[in-house]
Antibody
Framework: QVHLLQSGAEVKKPGASVKLSCKASGYKFTSYSIHWVRQAPGQRLEWMGWLGAGDAYTKYSQKFQGRVTITRDTSASTVYMELSSLTSEDTAIYYC???????????????WGQGTLVTVAS | EIVLTQSPGTLSLSPGERATLSCRASQSVSRNFLAWYHHKPGQAPRLLIYDASNRATGIPDRFSGSGSGTDFTLTISRLEPEDFAVYYCQQYGNSPFTFGQGTRLEIK
């Protein structure tokens, strides 16, 4: 069955970077895009960007452009999301999510990781 | 960017009752690419409805979605104890993909 396993909680200082992982299993890894979504305390879910199927095309929300990088290691069936220049406003739970349609860019998310808490504090 | 506004913010109902949740978009959602998710603290969001009205695999038929354009509705016909959670709508017809602020469904 499809499973997305995310890395553990992180505590970072302002100005630092964090790199989270999302290990996929139970399906053909390169056929489905993976998105990253976060939820800050008391806030709505916020889409950050995605890494496409096939050639791993990336697209980022304008809000995070220049600060976020999504990559993958096909041999490890793992997608990474790195966020730089952290501030306290980046304190949030970060989720990876798989699209439902193979090779689909515009698709809902059928499977989600369990989430990773990132805390940014001095 | 399409802004999604959900109402009500909180809905207090009893098990067995009917719940109606609304999601309004600031502009028309392309191809009615709208989904609903159920979310409990500490858990991953769970897909309920996609393309406005299609139930996801394994979702009971007490959940139904309707609407088009800018106005969408999630209806839960008879509430079960496990249904009390936060519900989010999401549009994926245009980038950036956006979510509503959520409706908290609580036990009365």
């Amino acid at each position: 069955q499809v499973h997305l396993l995310q890395s553990g909680a992180e505590v970072k200082k302002p100005g630092a970077s964090v790199k989270l992982s999302c290990k996929a299993s139970g399906y053909k890894f390169t056929s489905y895009s993976i998105h990253w979504v976060r939820q800050a305390p008391g806030q709505r879910l916020e889409w950050m960007g995605w890494l496409g199927a096939g050639d791993a095309y990336t697209k980022y929300s304008q809000k995070f452009q220049g600060r976020v990088t999504i990559t993958r290691d096909t041999s490890a069936s793992t997608v990474y999301m790195e966020l730089s220049s952290l501030t306290s406003e980046d304190t949030a739970i970060y989720y990876c999510a798989r699209v439902a349609s193979a090779y689909g860019d515009l698709s809902h998310f059928d499977y989600w990781g369990q989430g990773t808490l990132v805390t940014v504090a001095s | 960017e399409i802004v999604l506004t959900q109402s009500p913010g909180t809905l207090s109902l009893s098990p067995g009752e009917r719940a109606t949740l609304s999601c309004r978009a600031s502009q028309s959602v392309s191809r009615n690419f709208l989904a609903w998710y159920h979310h409990k603290p500490g858990q991953a969001p769970r897909l309920l409805i996609y393309d406005a009205s299609n139930r996801a695999t394994g979702i009971p038929d007490r959940f139904s979605g309707s609407g088009s354009g800018t106005d969408f509705t999630l209806t839960i016909s008879r509430l079960e104890p496990e249904d009390f959670a936060v519900y989010y709508c999401q549009q994926y017809g245009n980038s950036p993909f956006t979510f509503g602020q959520g409706t908290r469904l609580e036990i009365k």
